[in-house]
T-cell receptor
Framework: RKEVEQDPGPFNVPEGATVAFNCTYS??????FFWYRQDCRKEPKLLMS???SGNEDGRFTAQLNRASQYISLLIRDSKLSDSATYLCVVLYSSASKIIFGSGTRLSIRP | EPEVTQTPSHQVTQMGQEVILRCVPISNHLYFYWYRQILGQKVEFLVSFYNNEISEKSEIFDDQFSVERPDGSNFTLKIRSTKLEDSAMYFCASAGRATAGYGYTFGSGTRLTVV
């Protein structure tokens, strides 16, 4: 089983739509969770951290379910500029590194 | 906003040659990393570096690879005897703390093409 698993997509949705991505992780010792965004041929950039209580940043909402080892990202009122690959990222407590999922491609159409 | 700087942005090298990829991490960061991304694939961890030594390395990071922090500013990745399959985007990252993933900052990457 992959350490961090995501649906690769692509998700192709109209502007203004709500879209949700899911991610599962295999190691229950995982400590911290993040969503990164990566534009084509660019570096990954932190979008938001994910907390057990759930957290929201504007149009973006992240949820963590430790029992199911599952992370989600919800984007409301999607914009053309949201088109990117969204990377689920996990930090293990025993390691000084972050592990990336393969990413979910999102394309927003006018 | 502080940046991680990588040079060159693109390097083309012949198979079998040695390359050195350079990174200048954020000045007050203590943890340094190299990741790579083969075109169309996921971002993969190569190595982490702290206190002038390797903290952890992946199975990808074999004897062909080495890292160095020669002058307290630069952080380099050396790839000896490059192979075609080394062609990838190489990202440097730095962090103030190892266990704070939100603190990782990535450079814009060096695209390595081995021909």
């Amino acid at each position: 089983r992959k350490e961090v698993e995501q649906d690769p997509g692509p998700f192709n949705v109209p502007e203004g739509a709500t879209v949700a991505f899911n991610c599962t992780y295999s190691n229950s010792a995982s400590q911290s969770f993040f969503w990164y965004r990566q534009d084509c041929r660019k570096e990954p950039k932190l979008l938001m951290s994910v907390y057990s209580s759930g957290n929201e940043d504007g149009r973006f909402t992240a949820q963590l379910n430790r029992a199911s080892q599952y992370i989600s990202l919800l984007i409301r009122d999607s914009k053309l500029s949201d088109s990117a690959t969204y990377l689920c990222v996990v930090l293990y407590s025993s390691a000084s590194k972050i592990i990336f999922g393969s990413g979910t491609r999102l394309s927003i159409r006018p | 906003e502080p940046e991680v700087t990588q040079t060159p942005s693109h390097q083309v090298t012949q198979m079998g040659q040695e390359v050195i990829l350079r990174c200048v991490p954020i000045s007050n960061h203590l943890y340094f990393y190299w990741y790579r991304q083969i075109l169309g694939q996921k971002v993969e961890f190569l190595v982490s570096f702290y206190n002038n030594e390797i903290s952890e390395k992946s199975e990808i990071f074999d004897d062909q690879f080495s890292v160095e922090r020669p002058d307290g500013s630069n952080f380099t990745l050396k790839i000896r005897s490059t192979k075609l399959e080394d062609s990838a985007m190489y990202f440097c990252a730095s962090a103030g703390r190892a266990t704070a993933g939100y603190g990782y900052t990535f450079g814009s990457g060096t695209r390595l093409t081995v021909v």
